[in-house]
Nanobody
Framework: QLRLVESGGGLVQPGGSLRLSCAAS????????VGWFRQAPGKEREGVSC????????NYADSVKGRFTISRDDAKNTVSLQMNNLNPDDTAVYYC?????WGQGTQVTVSS
């Protein structure tokens, strides 16, 4: 059974950092591109970043460029999202997505 589990969310002050992880089970992540998405209250889900299966290509939404970094560790079957210099607009539930599967999401709240 394919399963994705996000972790690493929490409450952080503006300017702080968090590192999200997406762990896969039931399949091998290395065969797939993986994306991070987020959904803020009252807003549509939006793409944040994605990484190709080889890890060579990485794309970012304009709103997070220069602050977020996506990476993958195929040995651990995980994809991570390092988020720096967070601001209140980054508050959302963050989801990873690949192989037609979604995780349950992890809440990120940026507030003083």
């Amino acid at each position: 059974q394919l399963r994705l589990v996000e972790s690493g969310g929490g409450l952080v002050q503006p300017g702080g950092s968090l590192r999200l992880s997406c762990a896969a089970s039931g399949f091998t992540l290395e065969d797939f591109a993986v994306g991070w998405f987020r959904q803020a209250p009252g807003k549509e889900r939006e793409g944040v970043s994605c990484i190709s299966a080889t890890g060579v290509r990485r794309n970012y939404a304009d709103s997070v460029k220069g602050r977020f970094t996506i990476s993958r560790d195929d040995a651990k079957n995980t994809v991570s999202l390092q988020m720096n210099n967070l601001n209140p607009d980054d508050t959302a539930v963050y989801y990873c997505h690949t192989a037609n599967s979604w995780g349950q999401g992890t809440q990120v709240t940026v507030s003083s």
